[in-house]
Nanobody, 121 residues
């Protein structure tokens, strides 16, 4: 069973940048796709970004395209979410997830505990 731990969240002003990290363990990390999701208060969890097992294919929600970048380091069992030009509507708990090799928008089996991102206006 995979163990995922997110870090890097915090309180920032609109327009700022943050980089989230997710450390994975207990599974052969390089064989799985990874994703980032978020859940704002009173809203359902939504897909943010996904990356395939190799790191060569990525996918983004329309709301974050051009501002967020997902990447991974298979040697370190890490996945990252670089966020720039943050907006108040990006405020949410961000979760990383591990799933199928393609790293698409569904099919995730293991989830981290989440890290809070708060963007003030």
């Amino acid at each position: 069973q995979a163990h995922l731990v997110e870090s890097g969240g915090g309180l920032v002003q609109a327009g700022a940048s943050l980089k989230l990290s997710c450390a994975a363990s207990r599974l052969p990390f390089s064989g799985y796709g990874m994703g980032w999701f978020r859940q704002a208060p009173a809203k359902e969890r939504e897909f943010v970004a996904g990356i395939d097992w190799s790191g060569r294919s990525t996918d983004y929600a329309d709301s974050v395209k051009g501002r967020f970048t997902i990447s991974r380091d298979n040697a370190r069992n890490m996945v990252y979410l670089q966020m720039i030009n943050l907006r108040p509507e990006d405020t949410a708990v961000y979760y990383c997830a591990l799933g199928q090799r393609s790293g698409g928008r569904t099919g995730y089996t293991y989830w981290g505990q989440g890290t809070q991102v708060t963007v003030s206006s």
